[in-house]
């Protein structure tokens, strides 16, 4: 980090909102890297005081701290300030039209994200089968964007850009539903787009800060049931927590809804 860092990002390394900016901050280069500092929050841990000031008492990360003080959030609204601001080639398209487009696209992230993470969340095994449809139709949602604004593309215009700098994070934490529901995308004609869209996402260069290793582990508790550093019922620990590393902990168990380890059998 250079000393001529301006901006602080105040953020959970393993959360898709603040991978977002990272992206964002990748394709725009080193230049406006340099720019901008992160501050690691522990979710597991109350927040600190002078953070709480400054964010007038919300918890929701990312926060951007700005040169004299004032704070902007929700990470959407980050990316387009940083975007605007910072120096290297701008990741939102130049033509109005395509912009439009852009935002037309990202508008469909909010039912996406929703769909998730209420799956992944879910304890009533009764309901599998219909948050697999609905996730399926989320999907299904943005197939039928992408073939009617990129019909025979890889992304959604020339490159990799804003809209797959919002939507690659959730592509990878929805890995957590294929390790804990078993979800992927069948072979079907109505999402061949999108997941050609999807898997160029997943292996684009800008996009490599998380791993899925890293994802299944952190996100444990979600699955069952505990999202935000949350405990669940018997433990101690939270799957979020920084140490023990999640490098050195056990893959844990796929079955979401049988009976779960302790924190030990999870390795915190």
Not at 13 to 29: D, M, N, T, W, Y
Not at 71 to 83: G, H, I, P, Q
Not at 166 to 172: I, L
Request: proline share 9%; glycine share 6%; hydrophobic share 40%.
């Amino acid at each position: 980090m250079s000393q001529a860092a301006s901006f602080v990002v105040h953020h959970i390394p393993v959360c898709p909102f603040s991978q977002r900016v990272e992206i964002l901050l990748a394709l725009k280069g080193n230049d406006a890297q340099e720019r901008v500092r992160f501050e690691v929050v522990d979710i597991t841990r109350p927040r600190d005081a002078a953070l709480l000031a400054k964010t007038r008492g919300t918890t929701a990360l990312p926060v951007l701290e700005l040169p004299d003080g004032r704070v902007l959030k929700e990470s959407l609204v980050l990316m387009r300030y940083l975007d605007e601001v910072l120096p290297g080639p701008a990741v939102a398209a130049a033509d109005p039209y395509r912009r439009a487009v852009e935002g037309m696209l990202s508008r469909l992230e909010g039912d996406f994200v929703q769909a998730g993470y209420v799956f992944v969340m879910n304890q009533d095994p009764d309901r599998r089968g219909a948050l697999r449809e609905r996730m399926l139709e989320q999907f299904a949602r943005l197939d039928a964007f992408l073939v009617e604004h990129a019909p025979a593309g890889t992304f959604l215009f020339d490159d990799f850009g804003w809209s797959e700098a919002v939507f690659t994070p959730m592509f990878m934490r929805f890995w957590f539903l294929e390790y804990y529901e078993d979800f992927d995308l069948p072979p079907e004609p109505r999402f061949e787009r999108v997941r050609r869209w999807r898997t160029s996402c997943l292996a684009h260069p800008a996009a490599q800060q998380v791993t899925r290793e890293e994802i299944v582990k952190s996100y444990y508790d979600y699955a069952l049931g505990a999202g935000n550093g949350a405990l669940p019922a018997g433990r101690a620990r939270s799957s979020f927590a920084f140490e023990p590393h999640w490098r050195t902990r056990p893959w844990p168990p796929r079955d979401k809804y049988g009976p779960p380890p302790g924190d030990a059998a999870l390795g915190l």
